[in-house]
């Protein structure tokens, strides 16, 4: 199966596998999801791969799926919850950076096999993680508050799929250029950067139009455990 085939099934059993968590564990799954979506994705993120004809890095569906996250806890509990998984998220991304760092600092054994391998991924996650950190927290909390203000505007379940989209696409551009100008920037050419600049924020926009479905999803099942 070549890349890009693989990446669109990838998201779909990314976002199955949310909706599978929401179904068994309501809200708490969602907040689960975001401290588990968080890391992986920031360790996904130093993986670049040819994708579409692009260079792109990986990361950017487990990320989307934070926002589709955020999304189904603020169209179904309201801001305040919405806000409390993303600082849950932001917290949890500075708790591996600090507990990995150190990690790094220990000797390993002469018949170690894991240590190059994690310093190779985390060595190079302070500046990503700090990209990370600053990107997801600026977007995540533009993307909470733009969801509810077109909510506001907009409150009929039909135009779900522009509260969805509208503040995903949005948020994610600001996301895409504060990470990738703290993390790559200088470390890669030019070219590069802007490449991957331009790939990550297609494919970002790509996953959250991927995500409206499952978003729709969410609120049934909302309504089902609430009947």
């Known amino acids: 199966m070549n890349n890009d085939l693989l990446w669109i099934v990838f998201s779909i059993i990314n976002f199955v596998l949310l909706l599978i ?19 992986l994705a920031n360790i996904q993120v130093t993986k670049t791969i040819e994708l579409f004809g692009l260079t792109a890095t990986m990361g950017n569906i487990i990320y989307g799926t934070i926002f589709l996250a955020s999304d189904i806890l603020n ?3 309201g801001k305040k919850i919405a806000r409390k998984a993303v600082g849950l998220g932001f917290s949890t991304l500075i708790i ?21 391998s994690l310093s190779t991924i985390f060595g190079f996650l302070p ?18 508050w733009l969801y509810a203000l077109v909510k506001r505007m907009l409150p ?9 989209n509208g503040s995903t696409m949005l948020s994610q551009l600001l996301d895409t250029l504060v990470f990738c100008t703290i993390a790559f920037a200088g470390t890669y050419e030019w070219s590069v950067w802007i490449e991957i600049f331009i790939s990550t924020y297609l494919l970002k926009f790509v996953v959250s139009i991927i995500s409206t479905p499952f978003l729709y ?7 089902q455990i609430n009947d």
């Open 127 to 144: 500046r990503v993680a700090l990209g990370s950190l600053i990107a997801y927290g600026i977007s995540q909390y533009v993307d909470v």
């Open 217 to 223: 999803g969410a609120k049934r099942m909302y309504r």
């Open 21 to 39: 968590m929401y179904r068994l564990f309501g809200r708490l799954g969602l907040f689960v999801w975001v401290g588990m979506a968080t890391v």
């Open 75 to 77: 169209e179904n509990y």
């Open 96 to 116: 591996m950076t600090i507990i990995m760092q150190i990690v790094l600092v220990f000797d390993p054994a002469p018949s170690d096999i894991a240590h190059s």
């Open 156 to 164: 009929d379940d039909k135009f779900l799929w522009v509260r969805n």
